[in-house]
């Protein structure tokens, strides 16, 4: 990071808006929020409303110095309340444990590889090797510890991320051996790839004599996933869950990969955590899985999380014991909270319980704001106005089709679409039924969906609805790539300039019962043309705007009249000329 300049300069930021508004306040363009948030664990999209903490935060890093805008009427004894989340010194970040997640197709021994990780726990000879399902476990590998989300499959993955969260790092890909690549392979893929997380490839069931790994490895490569043994860079692992084969080097793979990727986090200031899975329980009250994700969270601390809060009463691990603390990467559970939290919300540990209890009523507050003004998400509709609006330059589709030869052909043809200003992004292609995980897909990456020839889940409909997800169905290739030519076209926003062409003066006004008023004129300066734009000045004011629908010479009809000329003209629909106005003819050209 670069040192801060002496000459910062302050921004007003509201309690809450959308990274598109944050980007404007900031005069940069929304991408560098985007990707800002993002290293600040916060996945959201230009539409999405960020709170006044985390706009702070980019802010800060961008070199201003906000402060929060003025709440519009607060209620007597309950100022804005909720303090900004402190950036991170980079001096102050240490190496943390990356956070992987397991997905894949069915069956393809996504739970049986979690199980067998978690084995080599008990196999190592620790103390309490037994896991609890809490939603999460660490393994440790060559003193490394490593974080396994225990909910396998990209669903609850694309559904953290739906609602702003980054939780993985690490992103492994099983694929059985015998069964080869299938549509929740690809599916997975593609999910992973949208989050940009990287991809370690275990090949399972090695074991069984059907097993074929170089085919699988082949497969992998159509769709963009090569392996270094073809001269990619994706790591592939064969294993065996059911015998244990294999499962140390990909311990080892995947200690490899986080330390490529260099995660970093500060332990030394209060918690932040997202909320990994909850329940109530009937004698121990709300109890959540949380994900510690920077500082540590002790036990005794204040916590808010989404619109409920709490106190840390205590803290379980992985194995069910006691703990005090927890640092980042840490899976723990916490007992305390008012209420049950959501799967994919944000906890974070603020000074005491009196505080966090009035950050829930200000949430709530600006909740139901923001409601009144819900932002749309981009649809093929108002594509144009959000372009122009936020400069969005990439379109992102996820389609669904009957069948994969027409999944190629209308993913080929919407590609060649891609102008140099705008970018047409089809993050995944698959056949089948729309379903909620495409949904989830779309939510996450702001994107659209089209449906061609197939149909959509009830439930993803729903979904769709709620979430303000465009689905669109088509039966024709032709209408679906001229729907989005259309709204590509809009996107190119070109910029038209004004050329004049010549001017004329009025010298005489002559009515006609046709077509209203001739003005005698003398063109001044330049030529004058049947069909161009003109205006009428009169002084310095424009009175009138139109198009020359007639011009005249003597009698006859002209195309056009030079300098120095007398000639009759007729702009269209004004019927008010007065000697000495001056009409001005133009032409607009488009620039870019
Ligand atoms: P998931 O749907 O991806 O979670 O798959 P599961 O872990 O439930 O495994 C599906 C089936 O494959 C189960 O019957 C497992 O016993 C079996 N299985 C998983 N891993 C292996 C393996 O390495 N070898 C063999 N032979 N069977 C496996």
């Not at 996933?225 to 294993?239: A, L, N, S």
């Not at 209060?270 to 540590?296: F, M």
């Not at 300039?497 to 010549?502: I, M, S, W």
């Amino acid at each position: 990071m670069t040192a801060k300049s002496s000459t910062q300069s302050r921004v007003t930021i509201p309690a809450a808006l959308t990274v598109r508004e944050l980007a404007e306040l900031l005069r940069v363009s929304p991408v560098e929020v985007i990707k800002r948030l993002m290293t600040n664990g916060v996945m959201a999209n230009q539409n999405q409303t960020i709170d006044y903490d985390t706009a702070a935060i980019v802010a800060v890093e961008l070199g201003f110095e906000p402060e929060p805008e003025a709440a519009a009427a607060p209620e007597p004894g309950a100022p804005l309340v909720e303090p900004e989340e402190e950036p991170d010194d980079p001096a102050s970040l240490k190496p943390r444990p990356p956070v992987v997640t397991i997905l894949g197709h069915v069956d393809h021994g996504k739970t049986s590889l979690l199980d067998a990780i978690r084995k080599t726990r008990v196999a190592a000879g620790e103390a309490g090797g037994i896991t609890q399902h809490i939603g999460a476990y660490q393994v440790e590998r060559d003193g490394h510890l490593i974080t396994f989300i225990d909910t396998p499959g990209h669903a609850a993955f694309t559904a953290m991320r739906a609602r702003g969260a980054q939780v993985t790092d690490i992103a492994v890909l099983v694929v059985a051996a015998d069964d080869g690549v299938m549509p929740q392979t690809v599916e997975a893929i593609n999910h992973a790839k949208a989050a940009e997380v990287p991809i370690i490839v275990a090949i399972n069931k090695i074991d069984l004599p059907a097993a074929n790994p170089d085919r699988v490895k082949q497969q992998l490569t159509e769709h963009n996933i090569v392996v270094e043994e073809y001269g990619g860079d994706t790591v592939c692992v064969p294993v065996s869950a059911a015998t244990g084969q294999g499962i140390g080097d990909l311990l080892e793979a995947i200690n490899l990969v986080a330390e490529i990727s260099e995660l970093k986090a500060n332990p030394n200031r209060p918690a932040s955590a997202v909320v990994i899975e909850a329940e109530l329980d009937p004698s121990r009250g709300p109890v959540a899985t949380v994900l510690v994700q920077r500082g540590t969270l002790r036990q005794g601390d204040a916590v808010v999380v989404g619109e409920t809060s709490g106190k840390v009463r205590a803290m379980l691990d992985d194995r069910g014991r006691r703990i005090k603390e927890a640092g980042p990467s840490t899976p723990v559970v916490i007992l305390g909270l008012e209420d049950v939290p959501e799967a994919g919300e944000r906890l974070r540990a603020v000074a005491d319980e009196k505080l966090a209890r009035q950050i829930v009523e200000e949430r709530r507050r600006r909740r139901e704001a923001q409601e009144q003004t819900q932002h749309a998400r981009v649809n093929l509709d108002t594509l144009f106005n959000e372009i122009s609006a936020g400069k969005l330059k990439e379109l992102i589709i996820i389609l669904k089709t009957d069948v994969r030869g027409s999944a190629e052909a209308i993913k080929g043809a919407l590609e060649r679409l891609s102008t140099q200003e705008v970018k047409l992004k089809i993050i995944h292609a698959a056949t089948g039924p729309v379903t909620d995980s495409d949904v989830m897909l779309a939510e996450a990456s702001n994107g659209i969906i089209i449906a061609f020839n197939t149909r959509i889940e009830p439930s993803a409909k729903k979904r769709a609805e709620a979430a303000g997800i465009e689905i669109r169905s088509y039966n024709i290739i032709y209408q679906v790539l001229e729907d989005v030519e259309k709204a590509l076209q809009g996107m190119l926003e070109p910029v038209y300039q004004t050329v004049v062409d010549g001017h004329a003066e009025v010298r005489a006004v002559f009515k006609s019962s046709r077509v209203g008023q001739i003005a005698g004129s003398y063109v001044t300066d330049g030529v004058v043309r049947r069909g161009s734009l003109a205006r009428v000045l009169r002084g310095k004011e424009e009175v009138a705007k139109g198009r020359c629908e007639g011009l005249k010479r003597f009698q006859d009809d002209v195309r056009e009249v030079q300098t120095g000329y007398e000639c009759g003209i007729v702009i269209s629909g004004f019927d008010k000329f007065q000697v000495g106005d001056i009409i001005e003819f133009y032409h607009e050209e488009r620039v870019s």
